[in-house]
């Protein structure tokens, strides 16, 4: 009984290990206003997925957000923007990318805000594609 319960509680303190890890966190850099800044990459399986990308300062104000996608097309389900202040943002999206593709330019709510994390939740398109890799570039 004692190793069972022991297994179990193993077994949990790895599944909340992997839920852990899969949020990256990115330090994007500055650049000028209008400019495109890199700020993360994740990568979509084949299933649903959801994956969350932290945005460390000092450099994470940003009006627009634009998503481009590489290694195989993704079909976006939804996106929701956390801010600083921990106002979330849920942006209406539920479009394909194709691979090498990109979306639109994403406006944020009030102009230059400070981004705190952005979540996401897609599939990728077609099983014998591959992972689709999700990067996401901000304007400053």
Do not use: C
Not at 71 to 78: C, K
Not at 106 to 135: E, M, P
């Amino acid at each position: 009984m004692k190793a069972r319960i022991a297994g179990a509680a193993f077994a949990a303190v790895l599944i909340g290990t992997a839920a852990i890890a899969k949020d990256r966190i990115e330090q994007p850099m500055g650049g000028p206003a209008g400019g495109w800044a890199y700020i993360g990459t994740t990568h979509a399986q084949h299933m649903g997925d959801h994956d969350t990308i932290i945005v460390a300062g000092p450099h994470n104000h940003f009006r627009a957000l634009q998503v481009r996608v590489t290694h195989a097309p993704l079909h976006m389900h939804r996106m929701r923007v956390v801010y600083e202040n921990g106002e979330p943002e849920d942006i209406p999206i539920r479009f394909n990318i194709p691979q090498g593709g990109r979306s639109r330019n994403i406006d944020l709510r009030g102009g230059d805000r400070a981004i705190h994390q952005i979540d996401f939740w897609y599939d990728t398109k077609g099983w014998l594609k591959g992972t689709a890799h999700v990067s996401v570039f901000g304007m400053h």
